[in-house]
């Protein structure tokens, strides 16, 4: 779930398919993932057409951190 937050917060317009190309996940994985950013980690992820972009982080993350807990993962 934290990569394809990334690649949606890091992309500019970040469609379905540029998150897919960034994360190299199916097109279903992402967004089943980008579900669960909302109903699990309460991330609230708008849709304008076919852009994705992340409106609040939500209690339970922060975007900081997040992109922390990637570059260390990316490092190993």
Same mark, same amino acid.
């Given at each position: 779930?934290l990569v394809v937050?990334? #690649?949606?917060?890091?992309?500019?317009?970040?469609? $379905?398919?540029?998150?897919?190309?960034? /994360?190299? $996940?199916?097109?279903?994985?992402? /967004?089943?993932?980008?579900?669960? @950013? !909302?109903?699990?980690?309460?991330?609230?992820?708008?849709?304008?057409?076919?852009?994705?972009?992340?409106?609040?982080?939500?209690? $339970?993350?922060?975007? @900081? !951190?997040?992109?922390?807990?990637?570059?260390? #993962?990316? @490092? /190993?």
């Amino acid at each position: 779930m934290l990569v394809v937050l990334a #690649a949606i917060d890091s992309t500019p317009d970040a469609t $379905l398919v540029k998150v897919v190309a960034r /994360t190299g $996940l199916a097109k279903k994985t992402v /967004t089943d993932l980008i579900a669960q @950013a !909302g109903s699990q980690a309460m991330v609230k992820i708008s849709k304008q057409g076919p852009v994705y972009a992340i409106e609040d982080w939500g209690p $339970l993350l922060k975007k @900081a !951190g997040v992109r922390q807990l990637l570059k260390g #993962a990316a @490092a /190993t």
